[in-house]
C-alpha cells in the first residue's frame, strides 16, 4: 500500500471517529431527552388517575346525596293562622311527599 493512501486511510479513520464521537454525544442529550419527557409523562399519568379518583368519588357523593334526595320522607315545618281560634299556629310534623315539584 502507498504511503498516500495510507495516511488518506488514517484521515478517514479518524474523521469518522470525530463523527461517530458527535453521533455519541448528541445520542447521549436524546436519551436524556427522553428520560425527561418520560418522567414528565408518567407524572402526567398519576395526576390524571389522581383526578379521576377525584371525579369518581365527588359522582359517589353526589350519588348518596341524591338518593337521600329522592326518598318522598321528611321532616316538615308548618305554619299558620287559626281564624276561629283568632290565633297562630306553627308545629313539625313527618310529611310523605306524593308530588313534587
Do not use: H
Not at 1 to 15: F, H, W
Request: glycine letters at 6%.
Amino acid at each position: 500500500m502507498p504511503v498516500r493512501d495510507g495516511r488518506d486511510t488514517v484521515e478517514l479513520i479518524e474523521t469518522q471517529a470525530a463523527e461517530l464521537s458527535a453521533l455519541r454525544e448528541y445520542l447521549a442529550a436524546q436519551n436524556a431527552s427522553l428520560e425527561q419527557i418520560a418522567g414528565e409523562f408518567s407524572a402526567l399519568e398519576a395526576a390524571v388517575t389522581e383526578e379521576r379518583k377525584a371525579w369518581q368519588d365527588e359522582a359517589e357523593k353526589l350519588a348518596q346525596r341524591n338518593e337521600r334526595l329522592s326518598s318522598p320522607w321528611a321532616i316538615g315545618f308548618f305554619g299558620g293562622y287559626d281564624p276561629f281560634r283568632d290565633e297562630a299556629v306553627c308545629g313539625v310534623g313527618v310529611t310523605y311527599s306524593v308530588v313534587r315539584f
